[in-house]
C-alpha cells in the first residue's frame, strides 16, 4: 500500500530494524498524501486560499488579544516599560500599582518599538505532505497556515517579514496590500516542485540581528542542524523551530504487519508492529527531539513542538511571545 513512512532517520543507526522517513499507515486506512501527489497537493490548498488566509488572519487576531490579556510589556505595536521614578517627578506619572510591589515608585513609560527584520521558512521536503488519518491536516498545510498568520501578526506590528525560498536561496519580501496573498502563493507554488530529503536552508544570505522562524517537521541530521544554527549566530540571528508534527509520529499507534512505503526514495519495509518496537521507536523519537531542543537551547534559540491534532493559537502564542521577549531583550526599543 502506498503510504509514507518516518521510522528510518530516527532508526538510521539500529541493526535490526531500519524504517523510512515520514510516516505510516495500516492496512484499511484511508490513502495519505503520498510525495507523487504534491502537485495534487498544492492545487487543493491553492483553491482554498482565500479561506486559508481568512483562517490565519482570525488565528493571528486570536493570538494577539491573547498575549494583550497577558499584560507583558513589549507586545503590540507599542510596547512599555517601567523606570524608577526621578526626585521631582510628577504624581500623575508614577505608576502606584507597580511601586506598590517595591521600595521605590516606578514610571512607566511607552515607546516605539524599533522594527526587527523576520526570516520565515517553511519546509518543503516530501515529507510534509503526509498526514496520518483526514482528521488533521498535511504537515505541510499546518506549516503554511501558521506562517500566513505569523506573517499577518508581524505586518500589524510593523516588522519587516521575509520569506525564504524552499532551498533558503531566496528572498522575498512580504509587505503592502496583498502580502498575504503573495506569501501564501509562493508557498503553496514551491509545494508544487519538493525540496530533496531533509533540506535546510542557507542562511548566508540574512540580514544580521534578524530573526529566523523555521516551520518543518524536524526530520534533520542533528549535525546539520546544529550547523545552520550556527551559521545563523555568526550572523547574530537567533533562531525558533517550529517542529510541525503529526500524532503518528509521536505515538506509532499501529499494530499488526504493517507496510510503510517510503516518501522519500527510501525501500518499502514491513514490520510487526507491536508493543515493543512501538516502545524503541518512542525511545528513539524522544532522543531525536530532545536532541534538537538541546542544540536550540545551547546557543539561545528556541524550540515549539506543535502536533497537527492541536489547535494552531497554542504554538503561535507561544512564538509570538518568545519574539516579543527576544526582541526586547536584545533592546530593540527606541524612545
Given at each position: 500500500?502506498?503510504?509514507?513512512?518516518?521510522?528510518?532517520?530516527?532508526?538510521?543507526?539500529?541493526?535490526?530494524?531500519?524504517?523510512?522517513?515520514?510516516?505510516?499507515?495500516?492496512?484499511?486506512?484511508?490513502?495519505?498524501?503520498?510525495?507523487?501527489?504534491?502537485?495534487?497537493?498544492?492545487?487543493?490548498?491553492?483553491?482554498?486560499?482565500?479561506?486559508?488566509?481568512?483562517?490565519?488572519?482570525?488565528?493571528?487576531?486570536?493570538?494577539?488579544?491573547?498575549?494583550?490579556?497577558?499584560?507583558?510589556?513589549?507586545?503590540?505595536?507599542?510596547?512599555?516599560?517601567?523606570?524608577?521614578?526621578?526626585p521631582g517627578e510628577a504624581a500623575s506619572r508614577i505608576d502606584w500599582r507597580q511601586s506598590a510591589r517595591g521600595d521605590r515608585p516606578f514610571v512607566r513609560e511607552n515607546e516605539a518599538q524599533s522594527s526587527q527584520t523576520i526570516f520565515i521558512w517553511c519546509d518543503?521536503?516530501?515529507?510534509?505532505?503526509?498526514?496520518?488519518?483526514?482528521?488533521?491536516?498535511?504537515?505541510?498545510?499546518?506549516?503554511?497556515l501558521l506562517a500566513l498568520a505569523l506573517a499577518a501578526i508581524l505586518l500589524r506590528q510593523g516588522e519587516r517579514v521575509r520569506l525564504l525560498g524552499a532551498d533558503g536561496g531566496t528572498v522575498a519580501a512580504i509587505s503592502g496590500k496583498g502580502a498575504l496573498e503573495r506569501m501564501a502563493t509562493l508557498l503553496i507554488d514551491a509545494m508544487r516542485h519538493p525540496s530533496p530529503p531533509a533540506t535546510l536552508p542557507h542562511v548566508g544570505q540574512l540580514a544580521r540581528n534578524g530573526r529566523l522562524v523555521l516551520l518543518g517537521d524536524g526530520l534533520y541530521d542533528p549535525a546539520a542542524f546544529s550547523g545552520l544554527l550556527r551559521a545563523a549566530l555568526a550572523r547574530q540571528v537567533r533562531t525558533s523551530l517550529i517542529e510541525v508534527i503529526d500524532p503518528a509520529e509521536r505515538d506509532l499507534p499501529y499494530a499488526g504487519r504493517t507496510r510503510f512505503m517510503g516518501l522519500e526514495d527510501e525501500a518499502p519495509l514491513t514490520l510487526s508492529a507491536g508493543g515493543d518496537l512501538r516502545a524503541a521507536y518512542r525511545t528513539a523519537?524522544?532522543?531525536?527531539?530532545?536532541?534538537?531542543?538541546?542544540?536550540?537551547?545551547?546557543?539561545?534559540?528556541?524550540?515549539?513542538?506543535?502536533?497537527?491534532?492541536?489547535?494552531?493559537?497554542?504554538?503561535?502564542?507561544?512564538?509570538?511571545?518568545?519574539?516579543?521577549?527576544?526582541?526586547?531583550?536584545?533592546?530593540?526599543?527606541?524612545?
Open positions: 500500500m502506498p503510504v509514507p513512512a518516518f521510522l528510518r532517520r530516527l532508526f538510521s543507526r539500529a541493526a535490526d530494524a531500519r524504517p523510512a522517513a515520514g510516516a505510516a499507515t495500516p492496512t484499511g486506512t484511508s490513502r495519505p498524501v503520498s510525495a507523487q501527489e504534491g502537485p495534487a497537493l498544492a492545487q487543493a490548498l491553492a483553491a482554498r486560499m482565500p479561506a486559508l488566509i481568512l483562517t490565519a488572519q482570525k488565528i493571528a487576531l486570536t493570538v494577539q488579544q491573547g498575549s494583550h490579556a497577558r499584560r507583558r510589556a513589549g507586545t503590540g505595536e507599542n510596547f512599555w516599560q517601567y523606570r524608577p521614578a526621578q518543503n521536503s516530501p515529507s510534509m505532505g503526509w498526514h496520518s488519518s483526514a482528521a488533521v491536516p498535511a504537515k505541510a498545510e499546518r506549516a503554511l523519537f524522544a532522543r531525536h527531539q530532545q536532541q534538537l531542543s538541546d542544540l536550540c537551547r545551547a546557543g539561545g534559540n528556541a524550540m515549539i513542538v506543535h502536533t497537527t491534532d492541536e489547535p494552531p493559537e497554542r504554538a503561535l502564542l507561544a512564538l509570538h511571545m518568545q519574539l516579543a521577549a527576544a526582541h526586547q531583550g536584545s533592546g530593540g526599543a527606541r524612545a
